[in-house]
């Protein structure tokens, strides 16, 4: 069956670190990718999503790069700031043409300390 | 737009009780989600729904479990004489069918059975 492989965590780091969560996903079919985020408290957002191969998807400085021959959705940042401390979870998804539901990881809890 | 809203935010419930939880997708999405959380874990899914018809159900999903979308709008969980393995953050979500929509959160019932 489809499933998802993250890193695991805690990942911790230092204010202005680069981070990278690696992120690889079987899957049948052609599925978009996404990366949730869960902060402390708060329900899960959309962090960033790639719908092809070798599409960038980006936002608040993270990015990840749809790579289909290696089925991998890297999370990237290249100064961690403290308000990114959250779990992070990539999720391949199907769209219209299927149910359009998420695969979940397990997550990836990042740490920054100031 | 409020975004997706779920009630109760917490249960507690004695093993063998029935509990309901309720959940208004955005208004104009047609797709309803239910996904359970457990600590450390990334959501698994539970249940799918495209307007009022249910179309896909997790394995995970045992008999004790039923869900409701009358008229395809809000959607109930309801879980019969509930085991202290039913403990999990139940989370709900909506999408509008087309393309790649993201799935959209709520933020949990978070249910506990004594």
């Known amino acids: 069956g489809d499933s998802v492989t993250q890193m695991e965590g805690p990942v911790t780091l230092s204010e202005e670190a680069f981070l990278t969560i690696n992120c690889t996903y079987t899957?049948?079919?052609?599925?978009?990718l996404f990366w949730y985020v869960q902060y402390p408290g708060e329900g899960l957002q959309l962090l960033l999503k790639?719908?092809?191969?070798?599409d960038k998807g980006s936002n608040k400085g993270f990015e990840a790069t749809y790579r289909k021959e290696t089925t991998s959705f890297h999370l990237e940042k290249g100064s961690v700031q403290v308000s990114d401390s959250a779990v992070y979870f990539c999720?391949?998804?199907?769209?219209?043409?299927?149910?359009?539901?998420?695969?979940f990881g397990q997550g990836t809890t990042l740490q920054v300390k100031p | 737009d409020t975004g997706v809203s779920q009630d109760p935010r917490h249960k507690i419930t004695k093993r063998g009780q029935n509990v309901t939880f309720r959940c208004d997708p955005i208004?104009?999405?047609?797709?309803l989600y239910w996904y359970r959380q457990t600590l450390g874990q990334g959501p698994e899914f539970l249940t799918y729904?495209?307007?009022?018809?249910?179309?896909?159900k997790s394995r995970l999903l045992s008999d004790r479990f039923s869900a409701e979308r009358p008229k395809g709008s809000f959607s109930t969980l309801e879980i019969q004489r509930t085991e202290q393995g039913d403990s999990a953050m139940y989370l709900c979500?909506?999408?509008?069918?087309?393309?790649?929509?993201?799935?959209?959160f709520g933020e949990g019932s978070r249910l506990t059975v004594l």
């Open positions: 979500a909506s999408s509008l069918q087309g393309g790649t929509a993201e799935l959209f």
């Open positions: 899957a049948t079919g052609y599925p978009s």
């Open positions: 790639a719908t092809k191969a070798d």
């Open positions: 999720a391949p998804g199907y769209g219209s043409s299927n149910t359009g539901k998420l695969i």
């Open positions: 208004s104009e999405h047609n797709r």
């Open positions: 729904f495209q307007n009022e018809a249910q179309l896909e």
